[in-house]
């Protein structure tokens, strides 16, 4: 069995760029020949448009056959708001948003069911995350930063699962993307935004066992390693993690958005038809480390002997 993804459908959630794990995941769709269509946040929209329509993404549309990678529809999505009713005015009325029409989960689910109609869908991505205070450690962070974190980063997934499902073919595959710091400490990493990604990986399982009997959907996530996106430049030390885990991990060398989409590939394909509420690691193993494997180089470094005269002891 191949990957059977030619002439099927792909919405994916969190994409304004071509420098991010969704455009990445929709290329490889693409090649894979899947029609994608986009949900673009609103006050990214514009840009993003211009940058298409102004040929300025063309390098990185480029598929292996010499076509563009195109997609069927873009939609403004806010994954802040699940309806209409939950906007506030001044949201409404701003000017990134009022033109657009509904751009809430609903809204984008609406428009896709009117383009394409009901289980229309193989695959569902989410790609969206935003911490207003990711640089604030959690102990400093407000309640406002930490709910704003889970609200965007996590429970947009929950609203992207029930407002898609029945737009997705039974049997179909809902991805999102997550980070180790759910499971482990990351200084630098805060705002409550580890607190999201532990969300989103205890919602990946529920969704899916949820989902798996309401639908037949699969849903899991993939704990990506760090790498320079747009959002990811919110957080102060991207450049020096990604430096960090391309000498630290079992598999030398920084971690590829393509890497990540092609594990996103073989999610959103039969290939993994028995898989469901995994949180797959696509870190070049990094998560499987304890210590550093050139410890004793970091120690002496950082924490270089002290002489016998020093230390105070004898020779
Ligand atoms: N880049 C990394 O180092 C890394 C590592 C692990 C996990 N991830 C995760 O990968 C996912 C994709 O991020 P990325 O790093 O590829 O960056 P990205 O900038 O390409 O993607 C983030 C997207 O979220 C969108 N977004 C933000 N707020 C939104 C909202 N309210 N409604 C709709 N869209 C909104 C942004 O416009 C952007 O398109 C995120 O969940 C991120 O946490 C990234």
Redesign the pocket.
Known sequence: MGLALEGKRAFI?????D?????AIARALAEAGCKVSV???P??LGIFETMLARGKLDASRRLSDGSLLSFELIVP????YDSWEDVPEEVRTHRRYRDRGDFTVFGAACRCREAFGEHAFEVVV?????GPEVRRPLLETSRKGYLAALS??AY?FVSLVRHFGPLVRPGGSFI?????AAERVVPGYGGG?SSA?AALESDTRVLAYEAGRKWGHRVNAI??????????SA?GT?GK?ITYYAHASPLEGALT?QEVADVALFLASPLSRGLTGCVLHVDRGYHSMGVPHDLERWVDTLFPPASPQESGRDA
Do not use: C, E, Q
């Open positions: 959630a969190g994409v304004a760029d420098g991010g794990f969704g455009f949900g673009t946040w006050p990214a999505l806010d994954a802040d989410h790609a969206i995350a935003n965007t980063s947009s999102t993307i997550s980070y180790l935004m990604k704990s990506a390693g760090p790498f320079a996106s747009r959002a990811a957080i991207i993690m958005a």
